[in-house]
């Protein structure tokens, strides 16, 4: 059984830092992309990064967070990281993290990560509240 799930959210003030954690079980860590969305109340949900161990540990960033936030993964413990500094009220939200549906699909090389459809399993969502 896949399962995903998210720990590390919490309350900061502007220019603080979080580690978000995802533990993933129920497949093989290294043949599937995973990545992080958020979804803030009101609004669309949106792609925030992606890794892939796939072809080794290639990561990518959506540009309101590139330079800010980290992704990284550990294999051996089946978990992607992701370390938000500078955080901003904007980044309010509740972030959650995904499997890619295909096995070595590549999307995060190739750019398909941005699509939700590329997805089939996700957390439950940790919540992440910027605010002074």
């Known amino acids: 059984q896949v399962q995903l799930v998210e720990s590390g959210g919490g309350s900061v003030q502007p220019g603080g830092s979080l580690r978000l954690s995802c533990a993933t079980s129920?497949?093989?860590?290294?043949?599937?992309?995973v990545g992080w969305f958020r979804q803030a109340p009101g609004k669309e949900r949106e792609a925030v990064s992606c890794y892939s161990a796939t072809g080794g540990d290639i990561t990518d960033y959506t540009d309101f967070v590139r330079g800010r936030f980290t992704i990284s993964g550990d294999r051996p413990k089946g978990t992607v990281y992701l370390q938000m500094d500078n955080l901003k009220p904007e980044d309010t939200a509740v972030y959650y993290c995904?499997?890619?549906?295909?096995?070595?699909?590549?999307?995060?090389?190739?750019?398909?990560?941005?699509?939700?459809?590329?997805?089939?399993?996700w957390g439950q969502g940790t919540q992440v509240t910027v605010s002074s």
């Open positions: 129920g497949f093989i860590f290294g043949e599937y992309d």
């Open positions: 995904v499997r890619d549906l295909s096995r070595w699909s590549q999307s995060c090389r190739t750019g398909r990560w941005h699509r939700w459809g590329e997805y089939d399993y």
